[in-house]
C-alpha cells in the first residue's frame, strides 16, 4: 500500500512507520521539533529525528496547515492516511491555536480522502470523556475537560458526517506507553518517567492518593494492532485500551519489582487537579476487531530494556 502518516515522527506515527514499512511505500509528514513552546513552557512540535533513525522511507518536513504540504500529500496519492499529526498537550490552553490545528486540518484531511480514495485512520483520545463514569463507552457522557480533548471531540462529530462518503475510523487511545514516546518530555508516559526516576537512585514522585487515581495503560504494540484492524472496521469511533484500570502505584510497584528496588514513594501535591481525569477505563466495542495482548505487567516487562538503554544513552550522560 501507499501509506500516508502525518505526525509520523511522533512516538505512535513513527512506530506505525517503522512496522509497515518492509511491505508498504511510507510517506511521513511532520512539522518536527523547533525551539516554539506553549504557553505552559512544553515544546509545540515533538516530531524528533532520533525517532526515524531506522526509517527508509519518505520524510516531508511541513504544516499540515499550509498548502504546499497539502498539495505534496495528494500527489503521492496514498491509499490509507494514518492521522496521528495534533497538538496532543492537554495542558496548553490556547483555544485559538489548538482547535485551528487539530480540527481545521482534519477537514482538509477527509476531502483528501475522499478524493482519493483513501481510507483515514486517526488519532482521537480517550479524554473526551472527562469525569464520565467507568467504563467509559463511545456516545456516552462525552464532557472534555480541556481544549484538546474538545478538539477530538469535535473530530469525532465531523468525522460521522462524511461516513457515507468514505472509510474514517477514529480511535480513542487511553493511555499509550511504549518505545518511541521518550521524545515527549514532559507528556511521556508516567511509566517512562518512573522507570527513569528509579533507575537514577531516586524515589518515584506520585500525586497525593496515587492510589485513588486509576488508569487504563495500554501499550504501543496493541495500539498498532488496534491501527490495522481500523482498516477493515466498520466506520465509527473505537476505544483502544487495555479494557483494565489501574494506578499510578501498580506501575511503581510493577517497576520497582522489575528492577530490584524498594524505593519509598514520594508524594507531591497535584497541579492539574481541576482538569485531571481520576478514572479511566475503556469498554471494548465487541464489533471492533481489535483484542489487547497487553496487560500492565507484560508491557512494562517488554518495554523495560528500552527505558534502561534511553537511561544510559538520553538521561545518564
Known sequence: MRVLITGGAGFIGSQLALFLQDKNEVLIVDKMRGNATFENG???????????????????????????????????????????????????????????????????LIKL?????????????????????????VGIDEKPKNAYAFSKLMMDKLAAKFYDK???????????????????G?????????????????????????????????????????????????CGVYNVGSGVARTFIDIVDILQKELGTNYPYEFITNPYKKAYQYHTEAKLDESFAYKPKFSLEEGIKDYLSEIKELFEKEVNV
Open 113 to 137: 480522502s475522499i478524493e482519493l480514495n483513501a481510507k483515514l485512520i486517526y488519532a482521537s483520545s480517550a479524554s473526551v470523556y472527562g469525569d464520565a463514569k467507568s467504563p467509559q463507552s
Open 166 to 184: 468514505a472509510h474514517l475510523v477514529g480511535l480513542r487511545y487511553f493511555n499509550v506507553y511504549g518505545k518511541g514516546e521518550f521524545f515527549k
Open 42 to 108: 512544553n515544546l509545540e512540535c515533538l516530531g524528533h529525528f532520533k525517532n526515524l533513525l531506522e526509517f527508509k522511507g519518505e520524510l516531508f518536513v511541513g504544516d499540515i496547515l499550509d498548502e504546499k504540504t497539502l498539495r505534496i500529500m495528494r500527489e503521492f496519492k496514498p491509499e490509507v492516511i494514518f492521522h496521528q499529526a495534533a497538538i496532543s498537550d492537554t495542558t496548553a490552553s490556547n483555544q485559538n491555536q489548538i482547535l485551528s490545528v487539530n480540527l481545521n486540518s482534519f477537514k482538509d
Open 186 to 234: 514532559k507528556t511521556s508516559s508516567m511509566i517512562l518517567q518512573f522507570g527513569h526516576q528509579i533507575l537514577g537512585g531516586k524515589a518515584p514522585r506520585l500525586f497525593e492518593e496515587s492510589d485513588k487515581i486509576y488508569r487504563d495503560f495500554v501499550y504501543i504494540k496493541d495500539v498498532l494492532s488496534a491501527n490495522l484492524e481500523a482498516l477493515n472496521a466498520k
